[in-house]
């Protein structure tokens, strides 16, 4: 055993916590971000200050970052909607016996404020996304998570790795985005539908801030008010029910918000907002003619067993983001480009599973929202979660 491996099983010993070591270099850190009443804050964006990476806590506060034993002298720095920016040392969260961070309510109050009106604030945020968010051509790579249920219940679960080239909100759509890597469930789904790539585009086409001309149609008010660390927040809803988090003085969007659609931004170490995290879920109803599964569903108690109910939900992680160009993955787009220049999805994907490379995925913590379907498929033949990917995928 070399020095550089004593040195960091030492500090492991030394700070036992729970964390996970995937190589000699690499260290993953868990923890939880708490307010003051003990509750967890969702969506918070936790950076190594130095090395300008970083994470997002979940709905229930949960995180997990990534460090090689060259960050131990680094910062970690957490900043929230609502909350006072905290920092702490690698080496201190590494000393705690619980991995518990505790925020700060900052409490806004901009009724005495004079500002401009929402509308005004509306149009400044689109207006500045170029300066905002970030503009320069990157890489996003992500899971993406697509459920269908049928009767409130999930039936079907299917997971993406996706490799995106974007240039940020203020284009309104994915440069190119490959597939690179596909794992599903049991299919337990009454209804056998394919499974719809076209999809993918709604990541885009239904966040209200990468469409500016169907923006500047919109009246605006202010329904209240926030902060984001030191930068006061308001909050604007449309005739449309559509909230924004609009900064007051940098005109940042922090976030976008419809009923169960959620679209969460947070600031890199540079200051430049980029998409976190992004959920949903597509209601709808097929008819039924098969009378032995309408019998079937009436025998459950359904009252309209004719109707099928079926719900899509989508959930997209976004677990790196990569900016420089010497680092960035030549992406295979899922899209081909006619001859009159538009681009049309491809009718086949084959994508191969490999178990070698989910093993070895570094995933995020999980969500309310994916705990949720875990549980609904195993309800359906006490078959575990875990259990139906292995044996799905392997056929």
Request: hydrophobic share 35%; net charge positive; no cysteine.
């Amino acid at each position: 055993m070399n020095l550089k491996h004593v040195l960091v099983v030492g500090m492991l010993l030394l700070f036992f916590a729970p964390i996970t070591v995937h190589s000699q270099t690499e260290i993953d850190l868990k923890g939880i971000i708490y307010d003051e009443n003990n509750y967890e804050v969702p969506y918070a964006a936790v950076y190594l200050r130095t090395k300008k990476t970083g994470a997002y806590s979940t709905e229930d506060g949960e995180f997990l970052l990534t460090i090689t034993k060259n960050d131990f002298s680094d910062i970690i720095d957490i900043s929230s909607i609502g909350f006072k920016k905290k920092s702490i040392s690698v080496k201190e969260f590494l000393a705690l016996n619980e991995k518990k961070i505790i925020l700060e309510e900052n409490v806004a109050s901009l009724d005495e404020v004079e500002i401009i009106s929402a509308d005004d604030y509306a149009l400044r945020a689109i207006k500045n996304l170029k300066k905002s968010s970030l503009r320069k051509k990157h890489q996003i790579n992500a899971l993406y998570r697509v459920t269908t249920t049928e009767m409130g219940v999930s039936k079907r679960f299917i997971e993406y790795y996706m490799k995106i080239i974007d240039m940020g909100p203020s284009v309104p759509n994915f440069l190119r985005y490959e597939l690179a890597e596909r794992r599903q469930s049991a299919d337990y789904r009454i209804d056998k539908s394919e499974e719809n790539i076209g999809t993918f585009e709604n990541l885009t086409n239904f966040n209200i801030i990468r469409n500016a001309h169907e923006f500047k149609q919109y009246t605006w008010k202010k329904i209240g008010d926030t902060n984001y660390g030191d930068e006061d927040v308001l909050i604007l809803e449309n005739n449309k029910h559509v909230k924004i988090y609009v900064g007051l003085n940098d005109y940042g969007i922090y976030r976008v918000q419809k009923g169960d659609m959620l679209f969460i931004y947070n600031r890199d170490p540079n200051g430049k907002m980029h998409l976190t995290y992004h959920k949903r879920e597509w209601n709808t109803h097929k008819t039924l003619k098969s009378p032995n599964i309408i019998a079937h569903l009436k025998s459950e108690g359904h009252k309209n067993p004719e109707k099928l109910k079926i719900s899509i939900r989508y959930e997209f992680i976004v677990l790196d983001v990569i900016s420089d160009k010497k680092k960035m993955d030549k992406i295979v787009d899922v899209r081909t480009t006619g001859s009159d220049g538009i681009k049309r999805y491809k009718k086949k994907i084959a994508i191969p599973y490999r178990a070698e490379f989910w093993h070895n995925l570094v995933m995020p913590p999980e969500t309310k929202f994916f705990k949720k379907i875990k549980s609904e498929l195993e309800s359906q033949f006490n078959v575990p979660f875990e259990t139906q990917l292995e044996l799905v995928n392997k056929k």
